[in-house]
């Protein structure tokens, strides 16, 4: 069972690492994120009460509809929520790059329990793809989700609400977009090969733009102080 959950957690751990080293100043408060890690594992359980309920009351009577749009929809909404209500308005919130490290930290905790399960019932061979395909998409979409909502409360021109909403809208459609691929019968693997790519390449593009941010925001902080002593 110990091997299992290491192998179940270490993924979520590895790529939280990575985009925490990603940031150079690496000052957000691990205790905080740890918080916010726990939250998304929290989630998994509510998440997949609905889904568990869903499919056996047959609300949607179409596979596609269950599969692609209620479980992106359902899963991101309930991040965004969380992210929007716990931690948005939150004292350590303090840089647009926060956002991209809350937003993976709320996702891989989700990605990591959903993981345990899924090991657990399928076995520790499905590790692997499990590794490249699900944990590390669930990172990128809170890694997107993320840098709008740290782009929101950083922005100077009055497009909060603009930018709260691409939180939302943006990681589901990618979400659907990786789901539809899953139920697609044939050559399923030549399109998901391009869509993981044009992932990591967003995400990546996404959390430049963050530390971009971040300096830029520090920068500015630094000539205050120097225009008033």
Do not use: C
Not at 2 to 20: M, N, W
Not at 21 to 43: C, D, H, S, V, W
Not at 57 to 76: D, G, H, R
């Amino acid at each position: 069972m110990f091997i299992l959950l290491s192998v179940a957690l270490a993924p979520g751990l590895a790529l939280f690492s990575f985009f925490y080293l990603k940031n150079q100043m690496a000052t957000e408060p691990r205790k905080t994120l740890l918080q916010t890690f726990i939250y998304g594992a929290i989630l998994t359980f509510p998440i997949m009460f609905l889904q568990y309920v869903f499919k056996e009351e047959q609300v949607f009577t179409q596979a596609l509809m269950q599969e692609v749009f209620f479980s992106s929809i359902i899963e991101e909404f309930f991040k965004w929520l969380i992210l929007l209500l716990v931690i948005y308005h939150h004292v350590e919130f303090d840089d647009p790059y926060d956002g991209v490290l809350y937003g993976a930290a709320i996702s891989l905790g989700f990605a990591s329990v959903e993981n345990v399960f899924y090991l657990i019932s399928y076995g520790v061979d499905t590790a692997f793809l499990r590794a490249v395909l699900p944990v590390s998409s669930h990172a990128l979409f809170g890694v997107v989700m993320g840098y709008y909502l740290g782009k929101a409360k950083f922005n100077l021109h009055n497009r909060h609400k603009l930018f709260i909403s691409f939180a939302l809208v943006i990681p589901v459609i990618l979400h659907s977009s990786y789901n539809f691929i899953l139920v697609l019968q044939k050559h399923w693997l030549y399109l998901m090969i391009p869509f993981m790519l044009f992932l990591w390449w967003f995400g990546l593009r996404k959390v430049k733009k963050a530390h971009i941010a971040l300096m830029q925001l520090l920068n500015n902080q630094s000539v205050k102080d120097k225009f008033s002593r």
